[in-house]
């Protein structure tokens, strides 16, 4: 495995968004990339989407933290929220599913690039996949930046697992920890859903995780 000293992506529930926590790998390097590059930005508008529990909102809160963007959900977005939008240079649009006015939306697009401002769009699925009703809002997000969170590689299973193991004081050993890179299915949803079990299990039996019960949790 690679250097695991770097930064990590934290499964928490009780999420602790900090720069030092996120481990980049090649599922999610391009998108890291995108937050540490600004403003230096071939569009103004970034499309950051991946599976849920990918990291996601831990890029957005970096993102948010250095250069003091506004974060929003699309259930706050009307005519009178725009008024505070024009204070910000910087907006996070958060885990947007298409359920707002499309032309709340197409607003927001001109709104940015009208005042040149920047925007990064959560989502699970890309924006021009979203099928959106109104033809210039379809336009607008074919133009965006696409930056994926792709299915964790090994590296980032096996940092994900023992950053979260290490933070919840179970006692693992490496060979376990291989085991289930080996065997685990490489989704985030799957993988924090396992994490949560295990912490259950460690809870309930008070003592270090064994590879039976690994075998039966996978």
């Not at 391009?30 to 230096?40: D, G, N």
């Not at 197409?106 to 099928?131: G, R």
């Not at 933070?167 to 949803?189: A, F, G, H, P, W």
Request: include cysteine; charge should be positive.
């Amino acid at each position: 495995m690679s250097d695991l000293n770097q930064q990590l992506l934290n499964f928490n529930q009780n999420q602790n968004f900090n720069y030092y926590d996120f481990y980049v790998s090649k599922s999610n390097y391009f998108a890291f990339k995108i937050i540490e590059t600004w403003p230096k930005w071939e569009k103004n508008i970034v499309n950051i989407h991946g599976e849920k529990h990918s990291g996601k909102s831990h890029l957005a809160e970096i993102f948010k933290q250095k250069y003091k963007a506004l974060k929003f959900t699309e259930k706050q977005l009307n005519n009178k929220f725009f008024k505070s939008l024009k204070l910000h240079e910087n907006l996070i649009l958060e885990n947007f599913e298409n359920k707002t006015d499309e032309k709340i939306m197409y607003s927001l697009f001109n709104l940015v690039d009208q005042d040149n401002k920047y925007l990064i769009i959560n989502s699970n699925i890309p924006l021009i996949k979203m099928n959106f009703k109104l033809s210039d809002l379809n336009s607008r997000a074919k133009n965006c930046i696409l930056a994926e969170i792709k299915d964790p590689d090994d590296d980032l299973i096996f940092a994900l697992i023992l950053k979260k193991f290490s933070d919840m004081q179970i006692k693992i050993e490496k060979r376990v920890i291989d085991y289930i890179v080996k065997r685990i299915d490489r989704s985030y949803r799957k993988i924090s859903n396992f994490i949560y079990k295990v912490d259950e299990i460690s809870l309930k039996k008070k003592k270090s995780i064994s590879i039976n019960i690994i075998k039966n949790l996978l």
